[in-house]
């Protein structure tokens, strides 16, 4: 049976061997803590909670997130209404628990810029999750969650979570790490080379020094890390073209619900994470069409968690794409900003401060 204590202790232990610096640890710990004191005793053992997993990631940057998380919800545990959403952040069900998890995130950041902001009590009429003012206006935000709807997404993510599965293996065995970038194969080929490529990483594991190999269009590098663990760091895979069929459409839905006033400023957030890596400005288009559907939404705005780092080539001043803050140092937060009016300078600053640009974790990428 799973324990905070026996969880507190292998964080502890995990900094010698991550070379955590000795603020961080600090830091680290007192957001384990801030999480074991608002999900509970008994909430390790909750196996579908969107949480509980990654605690169990002593990689660095997995540390620092989670840490990060527990800090934010310190910063929100004391506001009014609270209590609505930690019911749904201790649930053993994914979607509740997800929700949750994303409501303080996204809240967090814009208490961390600065803004106040109110818990909404849910009623029997659907409203907005919260509301933030820095200055005069109050601007309102309801946000919805997406890992993947579509049959091929969630066939998608299964390849890439056999294909992590297998190659983890090898670089743990090892102590190693190894980069695979798949240059925009789909997950299903890539997962058809698994073993060919835990063949070529053996083979590369064979020598202590750094070395690069290429087949198929497959770009294998092995790295030299003194971390006392191995992970396979992966990316390059293509984004199921009907995935983003399903981020609008979920986006659709939300907004013929209504849930924003009309005399105030209103922003539907939809917060992503999925392994896949979509076409922004495709994505941003089709958004477009969507929001002229409600005057009362102001914006929308995409949070998207990917691996990647990309340059994207934009060409339309109607929407934004913008690399935001990375708090673990290998993840990179994508914002695709869709405004009702692009004129409109005081919705344009606020949410300028809500993103930013934070100093990205000291912990480097691989």
């Known amino acids: 049976m799973r324990t905070w204590d026996r969880l507190l202790s292998d964080v502890m232990k995990s900094f010698a061997r991550n070379n955590i610096h000795e603020d961080q640890q600090k830091f680290i710990y007192v957001g384990y803590e801030e999480i074991k004191n608002v999900l509970g005793e008994d909430a390790l053992n909750k196996s579908s909670n969107s949480i509980i997993s990654s605690l169990y990631n002593f990689a660095p940057w997995s540390l620092l997130k989670n840490a ?47 803004f106040c902001v109110e818990l909404i009590k849910p009623e029997k009429k659907v409203k907005p999750d919260f509301r933030a003012k820095r200055g005069n ?45 798949f240059n925009g194969m789909s997950a299903e080929t890539a997962q058809a080379y698994t073993e060919l490529i835990k063949s070529k990483i053996m083979v590369m594991f064979q020598s202590s020094e750094e070395s690069e190999i290429e087949f198929n269009g497959i770009k ?31 986006l659709t839905d939300k907004i013929e619900k209504k849930q924003l006033p009309s005399d105030e400023y209103g922003i539907l957030l939809v917060f992503t994470r999925t392994p ?9 288009g089709k958004l477009k069409e969507d929001i002229k559907t409600d005057p009362d939404l102001d914006a929308a705005i995409i949070a998207y968690i990917s691996h990647e780092q990309i340059t994207i080539p934009l060409g339309d001043e109607s929407f934004k794409v913008i690399r935001g803050a990375s708090y673990d140092g290998l993840s990179n937060y994508y914002y695709i900003i869709i405004l009702q009016n692009k004129e409109d300078k005081e ?20």
């Open 68 to 114: 990060v998380f527990g800090h934010k919800l310190a910063a929100i545990k004391v506001k009014k209404n609270f209590g609505y959403i930690s019911q749904r952040l201790i649930m053993d069900n994914f979607e509740n628990s997800f929700g949750a998890e994303a409501e303080i995130e996204v809240a967090g950041d814009i208490i961390k810029a600065g």
């Open 137 to 181: 206006s109050w601007i309102y935000f309801e946000i919805t969650t997406f890992r993947t709807l579509s049959d091929k997404g969630i066939q998608a993510q299964q390849y890439e979570f056999e294909l992590m599965t297998g190659l983890n293996q090898v670089c743990s065995a090892n102590e190693r790490w190894v980069e695979v970038d």
């Open 220 to 250: 294998l590098h092995s790295l030299n890390r003194e971390e006392g663990y191995g992970i396979p760091y992966i990316h390059g895979l293509s984004f199921p073209i009907d995935e983003m069929f399903a981020i609008s459409r979920k």
């Open 276 to 284: 896949f890596l979509p076409d922004f400005k495709a994505l941003a």
């Open 347 to 366: 919705l344009i600053e606020c949410l300028n401060s809500y993103i930013g640009s934070p100093p990205v974790a000291e912990n480097p990428k691989p």
